[in-house]
Every structure is written in structure tokens, then in C-alpha cells.
């Protein structure tokens, strides 16, 4: 039962799951003197004939520690939302819990609703939306945006911020979410229109209608089309497609360039400069 215990939790038990398993307290000592298993802290124990790997990492960081949470970006990682685990794993305890942190975890204290906790293979872990939200802070919208495209929703996002307001980084979150809410296409294309009045291009118009589509910008004259995928844009299927059906349609006669929110706030310069190329060689 312990050989079977070991493998499903990648080498890693607590006293509890042992005994759970049959052995006695004296049994679980030898094992800890003989070398066979390392006591990483009171209570948790790793077996040394298996590999020390990231997911055995995050058992230990959260069972060392009294009512413990995965969060952040380590809660993204135990949830299949990035592939990387942080060099310190995140774990947010209740504010009531004793204790210090064990070596290689970051201890965040905050009581967490019971909403915003599940268990992922006998790991307590935030769930999905307030993982997301955390996780965007510090990953980039883009995670998000997946999301949005998978299993969250923006109902899900939005409670999930409301019950944790004044948490770390709930600032930001506040300010994504804000812009998945609002329709940040909308916002987006709004951004671009200023970028272009900036770069001072002429013979651009926007939403230019043509063969039964509006095209967010265009260079009528060039035949180039400006796209802009708000960064949620495709948390819609319905419009993902339209979109997709209106690229193919206009490809025979137009170029299209395509620009994403996170394109129009971290490389603005990039954007104008490419568009900026593309119409001084057509010209």
C-alpha cells in the first residue's frame, strides 16, 4: 500500500497518509534513519528512490503547512494552465495559522472563501477562476484570454474577484477582467485609431464596409486591411469563426494584418512601424 501511495503521489506522504496506509509511527522512523525516506518538514516525508520533481515540489510545499492553499502562479502550474512551476511555490494559509514557511515556499496569509478552494490530487488548490486571476497578474493576459476560450467564464472571473477583493494584485486583475468585461475589441480598436492620429499615416478609415463586411481599418488604397482581436475576442466561438470566415473572404484582394490588445499596449511602436512599411511600399 505504501509502494502504491508513493507512485500516486509522486513520492511524497505525511504521517497521516502513512499510518492511513498501515504503517506505525516506529516503522515510518526506521524508514527516515535507514535513509530510505528524508523528513523534508514535521509531518511530510519524501521517499529518495524517486526523482524530487516539481509536482513533488508543490505536495510539499502545501502539506508542510496547517490548512494550506496552492496559489498564484504554482496553483496555475497544479491546474495544467502553464508548464512551469515558480522557484518559490506559492501556498496562502488562513490568517489564523501558526507557523513559518518551509525552504522554497512563499507564505501568503489570507482566509479564502471555500468557493475558491478544490482539491486536485489531495491538493488543496485555489480554483480555476481565482488561479486565473492571479496567475494573469503575473503571467500576462494571455492566460486569461485561454481561459476564457476553455472553462472560465467571465460570470465565474468576475465573482471570484468580488470575493477576494484587496488581495495581492487584485488591483490588476480589477483592470483585466475590466477590459474582458467591457469588450476590449472595442477598446482595442479604440487604441489603434489614437495610434495611427499619432504616427500621423493618412488614407486610413475605419470600419470600411466591403463585400458584405466591415473592416475595422482600412487603407482603401493600398487594400490593407488593420484587424484587431480585442485579447478576449474569442472567448465568443460565434464570433471567432465570423471573423475567420471574413479573413479567408478578404484574402484574395486585401492584405490582412492582425493586431492583439497585448500587441497595441507592449509594442505600439512595432505595430506603426510595420504598418508604416507595408503602406510606403504599395504606395
Known sequence: MIDRLLAAQ???????????????????????RSGRWRRVSPGVYVALDRPFTDAARVRCAVWSTTSGVLTGTSAAFWLGLTTHLPPLVEVTVPLTASGRPAPGVRLRRRTLDTADIVEVRRVRVSGLALTVLEASVVLGQEVMDRQLQ???????????????????GSREAERLLWSAESG???????????LLTASGLRGWVVNHPFGGYVLDIAFPVQR??????????????????????????????????RYTWRDLTERPGDVIAEIRAFVDRVQ
Open 10 to 32: 509522486d513520492g511524497v506522504v505525511t504521517s497521516a497518509h502513512a499510518r492511513g496506509a498501515g504503517l506505525s509511527s516506529d516503522a515510518l522512523e526506521r524508514r527516515v
Open 150 to 168: 476553455r472553462h472560465a467564464t467571465l460570470l465565474g472571473l468576475r465573482r471570484a474577484q468580488d470575493r477576494n477583493r484587496g488581495r495581492h
Open 184 to 194: 476590449a475589441r472595442s477598446e482595442a480598436e479604440r487604441l489603434v485609431v489614437r
Open 224 to 257: 490593407l486591411a488593420i484587424e484587431i482581436d480585442g485579447w478576449a475576442f474569442h472567448s465568443d466561438s460565434a464570433a471567432f469563426h465570423r471573423d475567420r470566415v471574413r479573413q479567408n473572404a478578404l484574402s484574395a484582394s486585401w492584405t490582412v494584418l
